[in-house]
Structure formats: structure tokens, C-alpha cells
């Protein structure tokens, strides 16, 4: 079972640049827009990570540019979540022009536990090992290392 989450862009005027095209940096929120909707369809959002005594951030990303969006185009990010049996949350990202499906750009991203003193956590917390039970994330074919 692959776990994915598919949104929408609303690509603003202020995301593009004189040459009505998106700005680099703004690929970073939208791959944080995506991590939040899957937080939220998944239950395994940035709170959650806090009420289970954790913070989750990024070590991680990388964006590989096919072609680029321009002001207009109405683009559909994709994450993927990539299983791993290390204690880290690793996502694959996807962003496809909805005019013909076309792949704009890709991205790998790779996040790890601290505790609420900021100290890296080595193991998987209890909490995670239990979300990763319960979604059956082991039962895909592709897992990470």
C-alpha cells in the first residue's frame, strides 16, 4: 500500500519572477504544503510529532527542475511516503502540469527525530513504530535504508 497525498498549486503573482516564472525557493513551501496535507491525511503532522515529545526536521532535500511553471499553470504536487526502517521520515515528491501531465519537477526529502531538548533521537519513537503499524507501511515492496 502506497501512501500519497496529490494537491493543487495556486501559484500567486508573488511566487514568480520578471520573468513569470516561480522562483526556486518557492518550491521549498510547496513541498511543506505537502508534507502538512499529508500530516493531516495520514495523521503524522508537525504537532503530533510535539505531543509525542519529538521534532521532526529537515537534514534533507533534493529537487531535480524539468521545466518551470510560469504564472498561469495550475501544477499538481504528489508526495509519496518512502518507508525506512531508520529513524527518519523520508518523502519522494512529484509535481506534474495538469494541462498535459508533464513532470515539472521532482524531490527527495529526509527528516529525523529530536527530542524536545534538541537532541538527536538514534531509534524509531514508539509513537512512529506504532503509525508505521498501523498504515502497514512495511508491507510495501520499496523501503529505504
Keep these: ?7 493543487l498549486l495556486d501559484i500567486r503573482f508573488s511566487e514568480v519572477d520578471s520573468m513569470n516564472v516561480v522562483w526556486h525557493g518557492s518550491y521549498m513551501l510547496y513541498f511543506e504544503d505537502a508534507r502538512e496535507l499529508f500530516g493531516e ?16 526536521p529537515m537534514v534533507e532535500m533534493n529537487i531535480q527542475w524539468k521545466k518551470p511553471i510560469l504564472y498561469g499553470m495550475r501544477p ?17 515528491y512529484e509535481i506534474h502540469d495538469t494541462a498535459d501531465e508533464s513532470l515539472i519537477a521532482t524531490a527527495h526529502s529526509v527528516q529525523v527525530f529530536m527530542d524536545l531538548n534538541y537532541q538527536l533521537v538514534l531509534y524509531s519513537p514508539k509513537f512512529y513504530e506504532e503509525w508505521q503499524q498501523r498504515w502497514k507501511v512495511f508491507e510495501t515492496l520499496t523501503i529505504e535504508h
Design 41 to 56: 491525511q495520514y495523521d503524522l503532522s508537525y504537532m503530533g510529532y510535539v505531543r509525542h515529545g519529538y521534532y521532526a
Design 76 to 92: 499538481r504536487i504528489d508526495i509519496i511516503y518512502r518507508p525506512t526502517v531508520a529513524a527518519k521520515v523520508v518523502f519522494d
Design 1 to 7: 500500500m502506497e501512501l500519497k497525498a496529490s494537491k
